[in-house]
């Protein structure tokens, strides 16, 4: 915790951004029944059935000192899938970065052996020669800022029923346009010396 903490708190440098990443999954929901239009006074009203149409997965990459969010979508979130998110984020979004700190959960699949399996010896080395990883602990997921993001696009964009994968990207796009245009930076306050007031029960006690 008081690593990711520590982390936060370095100024900002174009040559060596910070990112967290972070994924969720997002069923796709049809209808049975065609909703009905929206009247003077009510609502659009949709029947309670619907269809599923399966799961696909959302990556978001937000970039906290700048307001800057990158969100796809992908099929499934397998080794392979992070894999070419990652250098997606060497090679499209911050191509003249020297070094690029990545905040993320501790999942089995954010591992550098990943890019090993996704591209050659030579390549995986070179994305990892220009990446710093740094991960949140069990149960402290919530460090990752990339969360907070997730939450307002859950909100703002995923709260209803989307029936493919075309519409969520369409939705998820217009989003991240919107949110991006307005630079929106994230306003995180919590720091290490409140981490061990806040959360003293956390820490070793020590007699002296």
Known sequence: MEDILDVYQRPYDPLQPLVCMDEMSKPLIGETRVPLPVMPGQPEKYDYEYERKGVKNVFMVF????????????????????AKCIKD??????????KITVIM????????????????????????NKLEFHYTPKHGSWLNMAEIEFSVLKRQCLDCRIPDQATL??????WEQARNARAVKANWQFKTEDARIKLKKLYPSFNY
Do not use: C
């Not at 984020?89 to 020297?98: F, K, R, T």
């Open 105 to 128: 959960d501790n999942l089995n699949t954010h591992r550098p052996s990943s890019l090993y399996q996704a591209f050659s010896p030579e390549e995986a080395r070179r994305l990892l």
């Open 89 to 98: 984020i060497v090679d499209i979004h911050y191509p003249e970065a020297a």
């Open 169 to 174: 990207k369409q939705k998820v796009m217009e």
């Open 63 to 82: 970039e906290p000192l700048t307001g800057e969010r990158q969100v796809s979508v992908t099929d499934r979130r397998t080794k392979l899938d992070w």
